[in-house]
């Protein structure tokens, strides 16, 4: 483990560790996999503005995510089968974001069981959702997250339909069975229908803005919306009232194209004018990325990919040892920028590609 030194060496580890099949689900994205690629490379287009001869002696990275303190804004993104990286899924995870002092969101398509994950541990946990045909199968789910003690609701909008992750499709990949959806046959993978087929049946590509209202009329956790890249929507979802949004082009696995997240957000944070919380995910690979997630507007990021392969190549240690490189870099970031604490952070401390000479 001390030889790891940065977050990018579990991607090799977890593609040693990981049967070919599931590492290419995990790092895939969609067709040319551009957005995959942008969502890092747009990170090292911005540079830092750091400012000297301030007392950087103490630096507190926490913050509140929805009034829930965290130890610094790295949270864990939803993301699906957790056991195809370890046997036991994301109730290892959720053990390292407890240790982490952190939020995980878990996935509904995780490989555990939203009970099980929660029994798992004490870590602060929202639940991920898509909404299925079957508006029940959704309902009955979001009833057992408020009684499992999630959160929040995350309401994930960028699969109407899945995108197309052209190495799911060679290896003719099949999602192994959801558990949280255990006796309602009708959204099951089914042998040899693959990841896609599942998603085109199950899922609800109806789902529009008035479906917003369904949703907050079935729960009283807040709801924040995962998938929004554009200011229209942002001003859209806060009118829905909902409690948060997520800036995500789903790391690159959906609509190939989509824009950086990183180059969004300042336009999406712009008209929300800090009436929800703004998370971003995408590309956080490094802690000098949380920062110019913050300093352009964000509340907190989401990490996704590494998470997974730190579960594969490590397990818990493998996690938490994500976790905890980002926190130390965002750590020393803050030092060398002149901010110690979050609330110094500002637009002022980043300039991006536009504003340079
Ligand atoms: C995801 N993501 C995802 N999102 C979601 O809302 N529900 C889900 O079930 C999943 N599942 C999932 C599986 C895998 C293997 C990956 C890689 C991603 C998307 C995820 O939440 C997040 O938006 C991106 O992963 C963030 O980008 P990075 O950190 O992976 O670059």
Known sequence: MDQIVNVNEFQELARQALPKMYYDYYSGAAEDKHTLKENVEAFSRIMFRPRVLVDVSKIDMSTRILGYPISAPIMIAPTGNHMLAHPQGETVTAKAAAACNTIMIVSCMSSCTL???ALSCNAVRFLQIYVFERR????????????????AIVLTVDVPKLGRREADIKNKMIPPKLRNFEGLTKVQPSEGSGVEAFASRALDASLNWKDIEWLRSITKLPILIKGILTPED??????????GIVVSNHGGRQLDYSPATITVLEEVVH??????????????????????????????????????????????????????????EFELTMALSGCPTIGDITRNHVRTEDERL
């Open 115 to 117: 009970e099980e994950v």
């Open 136 to 151: 029940d199968v959704t309902a009955q789910v979001v009833k057992r997250a408020e009684k499992a003690g999630y959160k």
């Open 234 to 243: 942002a001003l859209k979802a806060v009118e829905a009232g909902v409690d």
């Open 271 to 328: 008209v929300v004018k800090g009436r929800i919380p703004v998370l971003l995910d995408g590309g956080v690979r490094r802690g000098t990325d949380v920062f110019k997630a913050l300093a352009l507007g964000a509340q907190a990021v989401l990490i996704g990919r590494p998470i997974v392969y730190g579960l594969a190549a490590k397990g818990e240690d493998g996690v938490k040892k994500v976790i905890e490189m980002l926190k130390n």
